[in-house]
C-alpha cells in the first residue's frame, strides 16, 4: 500500500533512537548528524571528538531522508542543553528557537520533569539566538492569564478583544520562561520586520525602522521587494502605537530601493546626508536599515526642528548650537545654560551638514527668535528681522538665540 513521503519519513525518523549518529550514506554529504526525538542536527568537526560523538556507532541513512530530517524543528517544548557540557544553561525548544530557562524557573516551572537532550553547541548557539517564528502565540510557562504573539523577535500582549476577533483563540498556545517573555515582551519588532494589522482593520503595510513602524506605499509594496519578504501579523494594539512612533536618533538609513544610494543618519524627525568619509569614521560599523524611499525623501525634504541642540558626531568641533529656520546659531556656555539648552537632547549631527548650516547667514523666512537682550520676538524676513505683533504668533514657536544673532541682522518695520 502506497503512504504519503512525509509520513514514511517521519515513521522511519521515529525509529531511529536519540542519540544515534548518522550520516549520508551516498557521501554526497560529509556532514555528521545526531538524531534527537526524529530531527538530526549536525556536529561540528571540532564537536565531532570534543563531545564524544566519535565513540558511537556511525550509521549511513539515504541522502534525501536526511536532507529532510535535518531541515525539521525540535517540537515545541523539548529541554535541551549543551552535549559538551560547556555550557550548563537549560534551554525549551519553541517554535524553532532555544529559550534560556533561568536556575529559578527550571524546577519551578516543571522543565526538570522532562527529558533533557544533549544537543551539539555550534546547533544550541544558533537555536538560541533565534526568536520564535511570527505569529506564535505564547504564555508564561508558570501560569497567569496574559497572552501574546512573537512579532519580530518581540512580544506583544493579546487583548481581550483581539484574543477572539484576530483569531488568535484558534492557535496553539505555547508555554515560555518568564524571564525570557518579560524581555520580549519589552523590546520592539526588529528593524526590517515587515508588519500587518492583524485583524485587516488598517490595510496598510508598513516596516520597521530604528524602533517605529513605517509606513509603505503601494508602489513600493512590489517596487522595493517587500512583498518578497515574510509578513507577520501584528495586533492593532501594537501596531497603532507603533506606527506612530518616530525613529531614533542615530538610525543610518538608505532607500530600500536604490533610486538614493545615499546614506542618511535621522536626527529629531529629519534625515541628514552624510559624505562617504563620515560614513566610515563618524558612523562606523553601524547597520544601515533600508526605508521606504517616499517616507525617506519625506524626512529628508523636512528641516531639522527648531529649537534642536546639536553637536558634531565626529568630535572634531566642540561647540553646540541650536537650530533656527534651518540654521545652527551657536551657543555660548552661557547662553546653554541661560536658556535651559542644556536640559535638552545633545544631538549629534554629521559634521559636513552643520559647517553647513553655521554657514548660513540668516535662517528662514518666518523664523521666530528672540534673545536675552530684549523682551521683543523678531520674526525673520528676508535676512532682517521684524517685530511680531503680540498674539501674532505661539509662544512655544519661538527659538531663544544669542543677542549676537538679533544684532547682526537688520531690523525693518514692513
Known amino acids: 500500500m502506497g503512504v504519503p513521503t512525509s509520513w514514511l519519513q517521519g515513521a522511519v525518523g521515529s525509529t531511529l533512537s536519540t542519540g544515534l549518529v548518522v550520516m549520508d550514506q551516498s557521501g554526497a554529504d560529509s556532514g555528521r548528524y545526531v538524531m534527537i526525538n526524529g530531527i538530526a542536527l549536525h556536529i561540528s568537526a571540532d564537536e565531532w571528538t570534543a563531545d564524544g560523538y566519535d565513540k558511537q556507532t556511525l550509521m549511513g541513512v539515504p541522502g534525501d531522508w536526511l536532507k529532510n530530517a535535518a ?29 534560556h530557562i533561568s536556575a529559578d524557573e527550571w524546577t519551578a516551572d516543571g522543565y526538570n520533569l522532562r527529558p533533557l537532550m544533549g544537543v551539539p553547541g555550534q546547533w544550541l548557539n544558533a537555536a538560541a539566538a533565534k526568536a520564535p517564528a511570527n505569529g506564535t502565540v505564547v504564555k508564561d510557562e508558570a501560569g497567569g492569564a496574559s497572552r ?14 483581539e484574543w477572539t476577533a484576530d483569531g488568535y483563540d484558534k492557535q496553539p498556545v505555547l508555554g515560555v520562561p518568564g524571564a525570557w517573555l518579560g524581555t520580549a515582551a519589552a523590546r520592539n519588532p526588529a528593524d526590517g ?80 546626508p552624510l559624505t562617504g568619509a563620515e560614513f566610515t569614521t563618524s558612523y562606523a560599523n553601524q547597520p544601515v536599515q533600508g526605508a521606504p524611499e517616499e517616507w ?18 565626529n568630535g572634531t568641533d566642540p561647540n553646540v548650537y541650536v537650530m533656527a529656520g534651518g540654521m545652527a546659531v551657536l551657543l555660548s556656555g552661557a547662553d546653554y545654560a541661560g536658556y535651559g539648552y542644556d536640559k535638552l537632547p545633545l544631538r549629534a549631527v554629521p559634521g559636513t551638514w552643520e559647517q553647513a548650516a553655521a554657514a548660513k547667514a540668516a535662517p528662514a523666512d518666518g523664523t521666530l527668535i528672540q534673545s536675552s537682550d530684549s523682551a521683543t520676538v523678531w520674526q525673520v524676513v528676508g535676512g532682517n528681522k521684524k517685530a511680531a505683533a503680540a498674539g501674532s504668533y505661539n509662544a512655544a514657536d519661538v527659538v531663544k538665540v544669542p543677542t549676537a544673532l538679533t544684532a547682526k541682522l537688520p531690523t525693518v518695520t514692513s
Open 193 to 272: 520586520t515587515v508588519l500587518a494589522d492583524a485583524a485587516g482593520t488598517d490595510p496598510g503595510r508598513y516596516v520597521m525602522v530604528g524602533g517605529a513602524a513605517v509606513h509603505i506605499s503601494g508602489a513600493e509594496w512590489t517596487a522595493d521587494g517587500y512583498n518578497g519578504k515574510p509578513l507577520a501579523a501584528a495586533p492593532g494594539s501594537l501596531l497603532g502605537p507603533l506606527s506612530r512612533k518616530s525613529v531614533a536618533d542615530g538610525t543610518l538609513i538608505k532607500g530600500q530601493a536604490g533610486n538614493d544610494p545615499s546614506v542618511y543618519v535621522v536626527v529629531n524627525n529629519s534625515a541628514l
Open 148 to 161: 501574546y504573539v512573537v512579532v519580530g523577535g518581540a512580544a506583544a500582549q493579546i487583548s481581550a478583544d
Open 71 to 99: 531541515a525539521g524543528s525540535l517540537a515545541s517544548g523539548t529541554v535541551v542543553m549543551d552535549q559538551s557540557g560547556t555550557d550548563p544553561s537549560r534551554y525549551v525548544m519553541v517554535n524553532g528557537a532555544a529559550l
Open 296 to 313: 525617506e525623501a519625506a524626512q529628508v525634504a523636512r528641516p531639522l526642528a527648531n529649537g534642536t541642540v546639536v553637536k558634531n558626531a
